[in-house]
């Protein structure tokens, strides 16, 4: 309930902008100012980063006994109190084998965040590059060896956001748990994993939960990211996209001090279809699965796109379940002959397609909630075009159903969401599009794309190639 309240505060008031929401109530002290965060590279190139918070301060990691004390600002920040509300409800945890995870059930909520007046701790940049100068980070210390080797980046506390008194965030909930259907779908998608279920699913129930957040807990934070060399010697990143990390042999995925290719903590280059060893052919599998599989997971995906803390929580699983296994632990499988190819191909195209949508703008899942079936194999047909057209697209090209008015003001309602202005000119359609909105294009190609493969099958049916 933390978590949602802070997700939902960053997109209120800073939906473009650098601050982060906090996502737990313990790990406020760990994210004031001067404090260490990791950033944690992703999967797949377009992903967002996630930050984990460390208990050590820059000073912490330097050599010398000087500790640095670098000024700190202090101002009020806004007044916030906001409602919210939606079909997601509930909360349910279990164990997937070694995988730990709390899902949402199904029902409605609302929720009520009254964070009060707030306000916002900042480091005087300045005076911090001026204490800092010529200062060394000990490259022996534990944090260090350990990020070093990950190619994970650490990144300081630049700002925080703080309640001033205590707060409320309250959820009302009407519950309806459906936790047996996820158990259901990811055993028909060949996981072979056992749940322990620690709390009954099989209620209905009447919820009403306050939170009290006392004063100075902070609910979001920026940072400056770090890039540290061998020698010890470091920099602090201050223009936006500049990239931290380890200076090592040979490029790594964060070293890149001159790219302008990055968007969000997300590097851009030409050739996407081969960054991160993904192809769009890897969502084929989920064609392959039986019509009743295909139904439940495009259901269920449908009840849980427009929460997204529930989202979040289904892709890190996915990706646990995919990639998280040791390689002893797969070699061990492999000489026990329990790997079934296929079931891990439809896993591993699950986890492809829920890691697209969990970067998509929650307007753009809301539209995606709200599509039927043909529309959605339609608007693949229609990104792939636009894909492969450089040129104005004459409308006779559009599929039929996108010739309709509703489908297609309902189409460019989903290209806006992602920041491209469709226009229509001489019975052309023409697309206006920013700098870097490839890669938000490529993440609704492979959404559009992986839904549409689940959608039921009818005659002359064929599905076109997103990427």
């Known amino acids: 309930m933390f978590s ?23 790990d406020s002290s760990k994210l004031l100012p001067m404090a260490l965060v990791v950033k944690r590279k992703r999967h797949w190139f377009w992903q967002r980063p996630k930050y984990q918070p460390t208990d050590f301060k820059l000073n912490d990691l330097l050599l010398g006994s000087e500790e640095l004390i670098p000024a700190v600002s202090k101002k009020d920040f806004l007044t916030y109190k906001a409602k919210y509300g939606d079909k ?38 300045t005076k911090l590059l001026q204490d800092s100068d010529k200062r060394l980070v000990d490259m022996e210390h534990v944090l260090v060896q350990e990020l070093e080797k990950r190619y994970d980046v650490l990144a300081v506390v630049k700002e925080s956001i703080l309640t001033t008194s205590t707060c409320i965030v309250t959820q009302i909930k009407k519950e309806q748990c459906a936790f047996r259907a996820m158990v259901g779908l990811l055993d028909k998608l060949g996981a072979n994993i056992n749940f322990c279920i620690r709390e009954n699913n099989d209620i209905e129930a009447d919820m009403d939960v306050t939170l009290e957040i006392p004063s100075d807990v902070v609910i979001a934070y920026s940072v400056l990211e770090l890039k540290i060399n061998k020698d010890g010697h470091f920099k602090i990143c201050l223009q936006p996209g500049k990239i931290g990390g380890f200076e090592a042999d040979s ?28 192809h769009v052919e890897d969502l084929s599998p989920l064609a392959e699965l039986s019509q009743s599989t295909r139904q439940d997971l495009l259901s269920m995906l449908k009840d849980i796109l427009t929460d997204s803390v529930t989202l979040s929580q289904l892709q890190s699983t996915l990706e646990e379940l995919c990639f998280g296994k040791t390689p002893d632990m797969i070699q061990q499988e492999k000489l026990s002959d329990c790997v079934d190819t296929s079931a891990a191909d439809s896993l591993n195209a699950a986890h492809l397609l829920v890691s697209a949508l969990e970067e998509l703008p929650e307007e753009t899942l809301s ?3 709200d599509s039927q079936p043909d529309f959605l194999k339609a608007f693949s047909t229609l990104l792939n075009l636009i894909k492969d057209s450089s040129c104005p697209l004459s409308l006779e090209l ?10 297609f003001q309902q189409a460019k309602k989903l290209l806006s969401s ?18 870097n909105i490839q890669v938000d294009l490529l993440v609704l190609r492979l959404s559009t794309y992986g839904l549409s493969l689940l959608c039921p099958a009818q005659k002359q049916d064929f599905f076109c190639c997103v990427v």
């Open 418 to 435: 992602i920041g491209v202005t469709v226009n229509v000119d001489s019975n052309q359609l023409r697309l206006e599009m920013g700098k």
């Open 251 to 278: 490029a790594s995925l964060w070293s890149s001090e001159d790219d302008d290719d990055v968007v969000d903590g997300r590097c851009f280059h030409e050739d996407i279809p081969q960054q991160n060893g993904f």
């Open 4 to 26: 949602k309240a802070t997700a939902n505060f960053v997109r209120q008031v800073d939906p473009k902008g650098s601050l982060i929401p906090a996502s737990g109530r313990n």
């Open 88 to 125: 997601i409800t509930g909360k349910l945890d279990a164990e997937v084998g070694s995988v730990g995870m709390t899902l949402q059930a199904l029902g409605s909520s609302k929720l009520q965040s009254d964070f009060g007046k707030l306000k916002k701790e900042a480091v005087v940049v």
């Open 398 to 407: 559009l599929p039929p159903l996108l010739r309709e008015e509703h489908d």
């Open 367 to 369: 539209l995606l909630c």
